[in-house]
């Protein structure tokens, strides 16, 4: 049964030795490190951490080589972006209406019997957004997928086989984190999960979000402002029934248990789990079997509990 | 007095030369503490005055001289957050001079040459405007445009991002006053570090600076043409710029905050980020005056404008400090912009009509109008 470990960030607490260890990694390494953008070269930390043998998958130069020598397909892809770029700032216009709805009739008094059921229906009525903006996505990226089949390209379909052949090699694949936007692009770009589907995976930060099911994205103290945690589409969907927030400390305020249980409220059935420095979660078989350094998730109470694996 | 000179004067019962200039050079000047600031001067003098830059308060407030001494000081209560640009009058005999303040080694420089700067407590330069070696620095190039609309050659100066792709395509920003965005309030550092920090997208800037500025800021219609016909074309000919008005901007302080929104009103279609610095906004509600003449076409478009107003943009970033005279026609701006529907924000610090005041709202507007990935990053 396959192993998924799922980890917080890495720079200032590292962990993923210890994962690995624990979990039993025969062979060498393959690396995700797409998240980078152009410092995807930027490994060393990773191989002297690790101690074995990293194989750089060069995934964002991969693309890069196939954006160059395939200009035809460049433009399609350029308008995918444009188009699920457009969708977002649509998703968040809307959201952020129904959001501001959802908060107003939280916040006043009156009639129970009548206000309710109105906040329940406005809470089902984010839920539904968020379903309905996942779908979209979907279908957008299944629409490019049929139509333009990036695995009969010439360029994507020599580097999936090259890919094919380092994954011959190696044990697991450790997906770092970055841009999740860019690193699920990439890794979607040449099926990395579906060439890598029998290693075992370690996963860090934006990588952790893109092995689970749904991947929203968040930031409480933006320089403009803070604005609404938001979908941004599918994952992987190796690990459902999560939604991995890492820096969640850094990122979120975690003191007001108003907005914890809101963020329970809003994606259960999944569960929101912060991945601060150290934790880290092991899954085998889509159940979660174990954790450690802290794994936490928001209650239905507003407040941060330890998530016990199974 | 407060209570570092309160403290110095009750210890000594003869105030020496000596002991006043260990004191002065100990604490230097301006002594902040809490709300209360203390300006020094030290020296043989006859009087001294404060000549700051604060619009409400008296131009020029007098130095208090501590008897049988050449101390002189003058206590201001300044509320927290501020940052106040001044110099110092001081008359010696028949002579008359303006200084910056010789105890105070903080300065800030604008066209004019440079004044001295107190920051009171709460108010700190923020990081983001100082070089950071871990930032990529993004790289400047220039070409000179052929002008019809203003007749002679313009000097562009363009900031490309650090990382800047072939395959990528990128929204543009045209600063106006470009050269001293560039050198007074440090634009290509700030535009390094937010994009480092990911909160400003990756973007392409054209500075541009025009050598008669009074003339073809105010709200001149050649310099609208030049900038929507000549400019833009230009730009999207040399530079990988992504489609459609959502993706531009325009920029400027003062009277390039008039040349923005007056650019923008005249060809709706064409830029729809607005970020105006401390515009010059002048207008009357009845006649046509201004403060100075070289405001009185700024009138006469304004009145035009705030008739049809339209819908010169999407999103307006306003800002302007609550010392500067301007603060009353921003202000009245706001509620005129919102009533279109445009998305506005406007903010007011505590700060005057100088370049720094302009460069430390840089992030927040910037960040506003063109949101990097930040929320898209979890390293």
Not at chain 1, 124 to 145: K, W
Not at chain 2, 216 to 226: K, L, P, T
Not at chain 2, 348 to 362: P, S, T, V, Y
Request: charged share 30%; proline share 5%; glycine share 8%.
């Amino acid at each position: 049964m396959r192993t998924i470990v799922l980890l917080g960030p890495q720079r200032l607490q590292p962990t993923l030795v210890q994962a690995v260890e624990t979990v039993g990694v025969e062979g060498p390494i393959a690396a995700v490190t797409a998240g980078w953008e152009e410092r995807e070269d930027e490994i060393d930390e990773l191989k002297s951490h690790l101690g074995r043998r990293v194989v750089n998958l060069h995934i964002h130069a991969r693309s890069e080589d196939v954006y160059r020598r395939d200009p035809e397909f460049l433009k399609a892809w350029q308008e995918r972006r444009g188009r699920l770029r457009d969708l977002q700032e649509i998703h968040r216009l809307r959201l952020d209406h129904l959001m501001r709805a959802l908060r107003d009739l939280r916040k006043i008094d009156g009639r129970e019997e009548l206000l309710a059921p109105e906040r329940d229906s406005a809470l089902e009525d984010v839920r539904r957004l968020d379903d309905g903006h996942v779908r979209r996505t979907d279908e957008i990226l299944e629409e490019f997928e049929s139509r333009w089949v990036p695995r009969q390209r010439d360029a994507v379909a020599e580097h999936h086989r090259e890919l094919s052949k380092i994954a011959g090699e190696c044990g697991a694949i450790a997906v770092a984190g970055g841009n999740v936007a860019v690193l699920l692009n990439r890794m979607r770009l040449f099926d990395v999960m579906g060439i890598f589907r029998r290693q075992t995976v370690f996963a860090w930060s934006a990588g952790a979000m893109a092995m689970t099911d749904r991947v929203v994205i968040y930031h409480d103290d933006p320089p403009w402002g803070r604005g609404n945690p938001i979908i941004l589409g599918s994952g992987f969907g190796l690990c459902p029934g999560i939604v991995a927030l890492p820096h969640a400390h850094r990122r979120l305020n975690l003191e007001r248990p108003s907005r914890l249980r809101l963020w329970h409220e809003r994606f259960e059935p999944r569960q929101c789990v912060a991945f601060d420095d150290g934790a880290w979660l092991i899954a085998r078989g889509g159940r979660f079997v174990a954790s450690a350094g802290g794994v936490r998730r928001f209650g239905h109470d507003g407040h941060l509990s330890e998530f016990l694996a199974a | 007095m407060t209570l570092a000179l309160r403290e110095f004067l009750a210890s000594k019962e003869d105030l020496d030369e000596r002991a006043v200039r260990k004191f002065v050079r100990e604490h230097g000047s301006p002594i902040v503490e809490g709300d209360t600031i203390t300006f020094l001067f030290h020296g043989d003098v006859d009087e001294v005055h404060l000549r700051h830059f604060i619009y409400s308060l008296p131009s020029t407030s007098a130095f208090e001289r501590v008897a049988g001494t050449n101390l002189w000081f003058l206590r201001l209560e300044v509320p927290r957050g501020s940052r106040i640009e001044y110099k110092l009058e001081v008359a010696a005999g028949r002579q008359r001079r303006m200084i910056r303040d010789p105890l105070n080694d903080k300065l800030a420089h604008d066209p004019y040459g440079a004044n001295s700067v107190c920051h009171a407590s709460g108010y700190s330069t923020p990081s983001w405007t100082q070089p950071d070696p871990e930032s990529r620095a993004g790289t400047m190039e220039s070409f000179d445009l052929k002008s019809a609309a203003l007749g002679g050659d313009r000097h562009i100066e363009v900031y490309l991002p650090a990382r800047m792709r072939a395959t990528r395509r990128y929204p543009l920003l045209i600063v106006f006053d470009g050269a001293d965005y560039l050198h007074f309030a440090g634009m290509k550092t700030i535009l390094d570090n937010l994009i480092h920090r990911h909160e400003l997208e990756q973007m392409i800037v054209a500075f541009t600076q025009s050598p008669d500025r009074m003339k073809e800021y105010a709200a001149d219609e050649a310099m609208s043409r030049f900038v929507a016909h000549e400019l833009l074309p230009a730009m999207e000919g040399k530079y990988p710029l992504r489609p459609g008005r959502q993706f531009r901007g325009l920029m400027g302080a003062s009277l390039g905050g008039v040349v923005s929104l007056s650019t923008a009103w005249r060809h709706p279609k064409k830029f729809g980020k607005l970020m105006l610095q401390s515009g010059s906004f002048a207008f009357t509600d009845i006649g046509r005056t201004a403060k100075h003449p070289v405001l009185l076409p700024v009138v006469d478009w304004m009145k035009e404008f705030r008739e049809k107003p339209g819908h010169p943009a999407e999103k307006i970033f306003i800002s302007c400090g609550v010392y500067e005279g301007l603060i009353y026609e921003n202000r009245s701006l706001v509620p005129l912009l919102e009533k279109t529907g445009m998305e506005v924000r406007f903010t007011e610090a505590r700060d005057g009509h100088n370049w720094e005041n302009w460069r430390d709202r840089l992030r927040e507007g910037l960040c506003w109008l063109f949101p990097g990935p930040l929320g898209l990053v979890y390293e």
